[in-house]
């Protein structure tokens, strides 16, 4: 077996495990809903939004934030950017792991709406704090945010793709893009108050587990020497001399 194979395969092992390790934490989060100390930095977040949010500037944000996590949006970005992908890779991979993983997002994330929810108690509790223009039907299953694991879905597994073989600074620069548009979205989603901190948190959570499983199954497969940034200088260098 080669160096390169042996890299590979640690490179998927930790990806795994990453993915594993993100897993949990959402699973923790999920089980300690309902904790003090969950609710207890819910309502430290939720204040400081509140002590330094503009309510002329709320209704344009509201618009924005409403637009930009509608499904179809998503969805239609997701199968964009996933089929331009794939056609400059040469790869259909490139178009399964972008649609996939924001597929996977949005069934996991309704499903964990559906199994998780706040008590009364919990809502009681958060309502100590300045929350007194919500309904509790708004925060009772509101966990995880589908608009922070559709951004951390669609942006992570693009940066991916485009990463691949690339460069290390390279790579760093495109996933931090990736990660700036996700805590956008996520900012939006407090500022707003259409979630909770602990509900943006789970999304991310969860966006960030899909991720690393599609990054393992793109890193699974044997990479051409087109696909790396080698291949693409001398594909350049060719056009030119031709």
């Known amino acids: 077996m080669s160096d390169i194979d042996i890299t590979s395969r640690r490179q998927r092992f930790a990806l795994v495990l990453l993915a594993a ?3 949990g934490a959402l699973a923790y989060m999920a089980a300690e809903i309902n904790s003090w100390w969950m609710t207890a930095l819910d309502t430290s977040v939720w204040n400081w ?12 944000s509201t618009g924005i934030f409403d637009y930009i996590g509608q499904p179809i949006h998503v969805a239609v970005a997701g199968l964009v950017s996933g089929t331009l992908l794939a056609v400059n890779a040469r790869s259909i991979m490139r178009l ?40 509790d039907l708004d925060y009772m299953n509101s966990f995880p945010s ?25 790579k760093a620069v495109i996933s931090s893009v990736a990660a700036i548009g996700v805590l956008a979205v996520a900012w939006l989603a407090l500022y707003v108050r259409a979630h909770i901190f602990t509900d943006v948190i789970g999304g991310m959570l969860l966006g960030g587990a899909l991720v690393a499983l599609s990054a393992a199954a793109i890193t699974s497969r044997p ?20």
């Open 21 to 23: 390790g993100l897993f």
């Open 49 to 60: 939004f509140d002590a330094h949010r503009s309510h002329n500037r709320r209704g344009d």
């Open 96 to 135: 399964v792991a972008v649609t996939g993983s924001v597929g996977a997002g949005a069934v996991l994330e309704q499903a964990l709406k559906h199994i998780v929810e706040r008590t009364p108690e919990n809502l009681a509790q958060l309502r100590d704090g300045s929350m007194l223009d919500w309904s």
């Open 146 to 170: 589908g608009h922070v694991t559709g951004a951390a879905t669609l942006f992570g597994t693009i940066a991916v793709c485009v990463g691949v073989g690339r460069k290390h600074a390279a």
């Open 223 to 242: 990479q051409r020497r087109d696909d790396t940034e080698d291949g693409r200088q001398v594909r350049r260098t060719r056009s030119r001399t031709v």
